[in-house]
């Protein structure tokens, strides 16, 4: 599929996707939202692919969604059009997905990032949430995801005041999971990815699944779900194969059944 907002590739066993609409520092429009969605879509059902890495620009991942496609809706046309639903293909996706921002993830661009599993920061990234400087509240997450990363106090500044926050303090507060120099993001976001795509898919994305939970429901139910894919592990090859090769002293051939 010819793509005009994003570029995608395929390095070995990681997706890769490069939000790519320069001029507009990586605004999210529907195009691309779309776009993006279809480029998922595809390597979720890649048995080839075991893990994705989404990235921007060196000066931004992106800088929120499209304010001038926005502009003219009003409230049954953003009501009608399901304005952002389609979004959440990122977050539903079964694969794991890295975010390696650079630059501006501001308003629906911090909301993407949070939608993936885990965001590599470089340290030029600047995280925020500007909406409310434009008369309107994040609307893909923000509130929500931004709350559980870095609890109520940042997370009400940031949403209140539009602060943005450098890679320093999103690293302090929990928001990303670590910060590199920005000429080293892509190859310590592929460095990653590649590990986890040479591990046992299925326990891959079982254990997504599983951290996923933690946000979900309570502490017991959560850890009772856990048990149960922990169970479903030693009904895999993999899991033999792993626990063998440890006790033989060789590394694991791991062939993601
Ligand atoms: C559309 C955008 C854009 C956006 C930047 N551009 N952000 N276009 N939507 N979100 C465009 C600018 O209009 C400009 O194009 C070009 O990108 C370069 O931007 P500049 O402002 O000239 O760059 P700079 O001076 O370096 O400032 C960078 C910036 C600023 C601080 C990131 O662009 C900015 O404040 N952008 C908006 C950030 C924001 O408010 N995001 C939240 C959006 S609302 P032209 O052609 O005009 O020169 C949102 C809602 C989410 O995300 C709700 C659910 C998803």
Same mark, same amino acid.
């Given at each position: 599929m010819g793509y005009e907002t994003i570029r995608v590739e395929k390095r070995g066993k990681v997706g890769l996707i490069t939000l790519d609409r320069p001029k507009a520092l990586n605004a999210l429009n529907a195009q691309l939202i779309s776009e993006l969605s279809a480029a998922l879509d595809s390597f979720e059902t $890649? $048995?080839? #692919?075991g893990c994705i890495v989404l990235t921007g620009s060196e000066k931004a !991942? @992106? @800088?929120?969604? $499209?304010i001038k496609e926005m502009q003219p809706f009003d409230y049954p046309k953003s009501y009608m059009s399901d304005? #952002? =639903?389609?979004?959440e293909r990122v977050s539903t996706n079964r694969k794991p997905i890295i975010a390696a921002v650079a630059g501006y993830a501001l308003g629906g661009g911090c909301e993407l990032a949070m939608m993936c599993d885990f965001i590599l920061a470089a340290d030029t990234a600047k995280f925020g949430q500007p909406e409310i400087t434009l008369g309107t509240m994040p609307g893909s997450g923000g509130t929500q995801r931004l709350t559980r990363f870095v609890g109520k106090s940042k997370a009400m500044e940031m949403c209140l005041t539009g602060r943005m926050m450098d890679a320093q303090e999103a690293e302090r507060s929990g928001l990303v999971s670590r910060v590199v120099p920005a000429d080293d993001l892509l190859e310590e976001a592929m460095k990653a990815a590649e590990k986890i795509a040479d591990f046992s898919l299925p326990v891959v994305m079982m254990t997504k699944e599983s951290v996923n939970r933690a946000y979900e429901t309570t502490l017991a139910e959560g850890i009772r779900f856990e048990r149960r894919l922990f169970h479903a =592990? !030693?009904? =895999?090859e993999d899991q033999s194969e792993g626990m063998t090769a440890f006790i033989e002293k060789r590394a694991p051939q791991f062939r993601n059944k």
């Open positions: $890649d $048995d080839r #692919i !991942f @992106a @800088a929120g969604a $499209d304005l #952002i =639903t389609p979004w =592990t !030693f009904g =895999t």
